[in-house]
Antibody, heavy 117, light 107 residues
Framework: EVQLLESGGGLVQPGGSLRLSCGASGFTFRDYAMSWVRQTPGKGLEWVSAISSTGGTIYYADSVKGRFTISRDNSKNTLSLQMNSLRAEDAAVYHC??????????WGQGTLVTVSS | DIQMTQSPSSLSASVGDRVTITCRASRGISNYLAWYQQKPGNLPKLLVYDASTLQSGVPSRFSGSGSGTDFTLTISGLQPEDVATYYCQNYYSPPFTFGPGTKVDMK
């Protein structure tokens, strides 16, 4: 069974940083691209970033480019998202997702990021 | 960047009704289009990929069609468990944007 477990969310002040992690199990992690997608309660889905299976190809949404960094460690089956210069509009539940051909077929429960002073 | 729009934003239908949701891309994305279902309080679930391929385990009353810029998700016989918000997603060209969603309720 595919399992994705996010961690690292919390309360941070505007301008602060957080590092999200996603532990994967139940599939061969190194064979799949991975993505981060965020959702504000009651709102829609916003694609944030994606990384290829080897880490050699990386994409970002314009809204986070230059502030967020996605990475993966295939030896530890872990996906990460380093978030710097956080803004109020970055507050959301962040989901990691297994991606096949850049579409996402399994999602984690998510970790809540709150940006407030 | 490719923008995704959906119509309608919400709809109410009765059990057994045929329901059609439209998704439009601001420029051609071939068939690199996915549909997701998100039930209240649940995670998104992949329903359709490559515009018309049903994900394993998805009921056959769901179908997708389209290519280029115009796409459709059809539920041929709405069931109570289909109450959800439906999102389309472009995965042809980054950023892999989602549509704003279509909320489906029971009448």
């Amino acid at each position: 069974e595919v399992q994705l477990l996010e961690s690292g969310g919390g309360l941070v002040q505007p301008g602060g940083s957080l590092r999200l992690s996603c532990g994967a199990s139940g599939f061969t992690f190194r064979d799949y691209a991975m993505s981060w997608v965020r959702q504000t309660p009651g709102k829609g889905l916003e694609w944030v970033s994606a990384i290829s299976s080897t880490g050699g190809t990386i994409y970002y949404a314009d809204s986070v480019k230059g502030r967020f960094t996605i990475s993966r460690d295939n030896s530890k089956n872990t996906l990460s998202l380093q978030m710097n210069s956080l803004r109020a509009e970055d507050a959301a539940v962040y989901h990691c997702a297994r991606s096949s051909g850049w579409r996402s077929d399994h999602w984690g429960q998510g970790t809540l990021v709150t940006v407030s002073s | 960047d490719i923008q995704m729009t959906q119509s309608p934003s919400s709809l109410s239908a009765s059990v057994g009704d045929r329901v059609t949701i439209t998704c439009r891309a601001s420029r051609g994305i071939s068939n690199y289009l996915a549909w997701y279902q998100q039930k209240p309080g649940n995670l998104p679930k992949l329903l359709v990929y490559d515009a018309s391929t049903l994900q394993s385990g998805v009921p056959s009353r769901f179908s997708g069609s389209g290519s280029g810029t115009d796409f459709t998700l059809t539920i041929s016989g709405l069931q109570p468990e289909d109450v959800a918000t439906y999102y389309c997603q472009n995965y042809y060209s980054p950023p892999f944007t989602f549509g704003p969603g279509t909320k489906v309720d029971m009448k």
